[in-house]
């Protein structure tokens, strides 16, 4: 899977990925990161408008986590709320926008070999 985030300022997110979350990357050309990503899943969620996609990174200690990225910067929106299948909040990007972040309490797909295209 290849996903985007869109950034008004696309260097400073690239910095976020790579020096606050620690993501490895390749140089695509020019400077432009392409990130090794934890694993992944994907859900299909019922709407009644037209569509929309989000998102979220998962951690095992929502608390831990969240007091790492707070001492490496990172500003938080939310505070962390009971969902019943997770525990959730969302931290800022740079250039806008939020990203999530969730303990999941579900089994988790990305832990499955994966056997698809």
């Known amino acids: 899977m290849h996903a985007i ?3 008004k300022q696309a260097e400073e997110t690239r910095a976020f990925f790579r ?7 390749v140089d695509a050309g020019g400077g432009w990161l392409i990130f090794q ?3 992944a899943e994907v859900a299909a969620h019922p709407t009644d408008g037209d569509g929309a996609h989000e998102l979220y990174l998962m951690c095992d200690d929502i608390e831990a986590t ?11 929106t939310t505070d962390v709320t009971d969902q ?7 931290f800022a990007l740079p250039g806008g926008g939020t990203m999530g972040l969730y303990q999941p309490r579900h089994p988790i797909a990305a832990d499955m070999p ?4």
């Open 19 to 25: 020096d606050v979350l620690g993501w490895p990357s």
């Open 84 to 90: 019943g299948w997770g525990l959730l909040t969302e």
């Open 5 to 7: 985030v869109y950034s």
């Open 37 to 39: 990503s934890p694993p």
């Open 114 to 117: 994966h056997t698809g295209a």
């Open 66 to 76: 969240v007091a790492e990225l707070k001492a490496k910067g990172v500003e938080f």
